[in-house]
């Protein structure tokens, strides 16, 4: 599986509505791997004073990071191919 980044411009979104946002990929994520489907919520950075949010996930496909996205109702502005880069 490769690492997928989902940016988005969620400027002015309440904490409580971004906390229910990444609950419902996690959710997302774990139904779409048991019908099939494997992907993988990694995390979230959020930067509140822009909006800035990018969203990690594991997946054999932009597509099904696309997909999850907006199953799951999370607006986003684009799915591009990252590096995670851990120590």
Excluded: H, W
């Excluded at 906390?19 to 979230?44: C, E, F, H, N, S």
């Excluded at 099904?64 to 591009?80: H, S």
Aim: with cysteine.
């Amino acid at each position: 599986m490769e690492v997928f980044m989902v940016e988005r411009s969620l400027k002015g979104i309440p904490m409580d509505q971004l906390a229910a946002a990444q609950k419902r990929a996690i959710q997302t994520a774990t139904d779409m791997t048991a019908a099939g489907t494997p992907v993988r919520y990694l995390r979230t950075t959020f930067v509140p004073d822009s909006g800035q949010c990018m969203c990690l996930f594991e997946s054999g496909s932009c597509e099904t990071v696309e997909r999850l996205n907006r199953t799951a109702g999370i607006p986003f502005d684009k799915v591009t191919p990252a590096l995670d880069l851990r120590p």
